[in-house]
């Protein structure tokens, strides 16, 4: 029972593909409640935790179910642990009970709740308990914060009545009732004061970027990854175990870690048959789904194939970053003004997507291949960018005025009020009289003022349109 308490307690949470670097990712810290039969624990667990959030695992051979679950307060979480559970295992005595109880809260708890009966007052075994957990954290090497919780405190009498459990020698008595709900948030307070401080920002989400090499085959998808692996330190390769043979690659550019998606497909080699043509298009399209940075590479001697203005509007439906790079730039003949042309080239035929960045690159010589790395992370924090509402609103009020949108089907075109919905990508939603009048050209306008303002280069960003009367606007009128 307490073995599996302790097990069910310690399981990391779910892997997420924005995962924390490999141990760094910070335990969530775990209040336990402890305390004698009857005294209210359950309540006060539920009190805490708030149904909703509780989860309950059935315990074969009880009558009762052990609970588990998480609790949020003042920005922190915390796993709560009702010890109690253990009061109905296989007929042990309740000494041994209260043991199981002491010896799980000192193994797993950051904070130990003592649960007491303030009806009943101060009992010898509360103080048996209490004496156990000073004695077991003395033993752990490190004494842990106990704060002495008197339930049933359901009046001023009884709440007064509490201050008698400072006997059991700890610092904190806080009175609760767990029926009414009263004192609870201050019980919390207290719980998120005693949590231990959260680790450094950068240690608590090494994010890492996850990027993936695509494009045509020979552009030289293949050798950038060698020399990326080549010259970034590669710090593990993994498999994820969807498809056998992709193999995810994680190196480190300037102190930051790339998850380099799929690197055994870009480097399938050789002769491409017409079906393996086909899989590898879906393989790719895959890569990008998962990818937060496309980078796609494009051979300079070339200039941009209908392939792959193709794959750059799946890389802007999937909502994911973009970097092109031109490769094999030793191939050309340059004088000054040939990098200049080469981006005038490509911005004409990439006009529907003006905002991607270009590096121009030779895998071959290694020339400019960090700068690869650095445009990606630019790009990251582009599509992770939060504009606040005021500077947002400010910035379409002011190019409404300059240029009012003109009316359509005889009717005005009156947008209120916009706000950032969401990130990766940037999300805008606008509210204005009727949707229905939007159409490309207004899109358009709105995007490019947005761009203007705010940047977002390298990330496509999505509008969208919410019908509502000005009266509702919540900000000042536009339009
Ligand atoms: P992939 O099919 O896109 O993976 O392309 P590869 O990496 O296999 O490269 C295709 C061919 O182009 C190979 O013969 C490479 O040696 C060559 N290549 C790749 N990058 C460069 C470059 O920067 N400069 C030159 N001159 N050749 C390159």
């Known amino acids: 029972m307490l073995a599996m308490a302790t097990r069910a307690v310690s399981k990391p949470a779910i892997p997420s593909e924005r995962s924390a670097a490999p141990g760094t990712a910070a335990p969530k810290p775990v209040v336990a409640i402890v305390g004698r039969p009857n005294v209210g624990k359950s309540s006060l667990f539920n009190r805490l935790i708030g ?4 989860i309950v695992e059935d315990v074969p051979g009880t009558t009762r179910d052990r609970l588990y679950g998480e609790v949020e307060w003042a920005g922190r979480t915390f ?8 009061e109905l295992a296989p007929p042990d005595s309740l000494a041994a009970s209260i043991a199981a109880q002491v010896r799980l809260a000192i193994e797993e708890a ?3 709740l003592l649960a007491t009966d303030s009806v009943e007052g101060l009992t010898a075994a509360d103080e048996e ?11 752990a090497g490190r004494s842990k914060p106990v704060i002495v919780v008197p339930g049933k405190a359901d009046n001023a009498q009884r709440r007064d009545a509490a201050a008698e459990f400072y006997a059991l020698g700890f610092e904190e008595v806080i009175p609760v009732s767990a029926y009414h709900g009263s004192n609870i948030g201050d019980l919390l307070d207290a719980i998120v004061q005693a949590l231990p401080p959260l680790p450094p920002e950068a240690e608590v989400e090494v994010e890492r970027i996850k990027v993936t090499i695509v494009g045509r085959p020979n552009v030289g998808k293949s050798s950038l990854l060698n020399r990326l692996l080549g010259e970034e330190r590669v710090v593990v390769s993994e498999a994820p175990g969807t498809t056998r043979d992709a193999i995810d690659t994680v190196i480190e550019h300037d ?8 690197t055994a497909g870009i480097r399938r080699r050789g002769r491409i048959e017409p079906g393996i043509e086909k899989y590898s298009v879906l393989r790719a399209l895959r890569a990008i789904e998962r990818a937060d940075v496309a980078l796609l590479v494009v051979d300079a001697t070339e200039f941009l194939a209908a392939q792959d203005l193709h794959i750059a509007g799946e890389i802007e439906r999937a909502g994911k970053g973009i970097v ?25 035929q990439l006009n529907f997507m003006p905002w991607v960045p270009v590096v121009f690159i030779s895998a071959l010589t290694g020339q400019r291949v960090g700068r690869v790395l650095d445009e990606a992370v630019a790009v990251q924090a582009e599509r992770q960018k939060r504009i606040p509402t005021a500077q947002l609103n400010e910035a379409i009020g002011r ?11 005889g009717r005005p075109i009156k947008i209120y009020y916009a706000t950032q919905v969401e990130v990766t990508p940037p999300t805008f939603l606008f509210f204005m009289n009727d949707p229905q009048l939007v159409h490309f050209s207004l899109e358009r306008f709105l995007e490019n003022t947005l761009r203007q303002a705010f940047g977002f280069r390298g990330t496509p960003i999505r509008l969208h349109f919410r019908a509502r009367r000005p009266a509702a606007a919540p900000g000042a009128q536009r339009g």
Request: net charge positive; aromatic share 6%.
């Open 51 to 54: 149904q909703r959030r509780a």
């Open 79 to 86: 796993t709560l642990i009702d010890t109690g559970g253990l």
């Open 110 to 112: 950051d904070i130990i």
């Open 129 to 139: 308990i209490a004496q156990q957990l000073r004695a077991g954290t003395f033993a």
């Open 255 to 262: 102190g930051r870690q790339f998850l380099l998606i799929d």
């Open 324 to 348: 092109l790079v031109v490769n094999k730039w030793d191939l050309v003949e340059k004088d000054s003004t040939t990098q200049q042309q080469y981006q005038q080239e490509i911005a004409r």
């Open 399 to 409: 190019a409404l005025e300059a240029h009012a949108p003109p009316a359509r089907k």
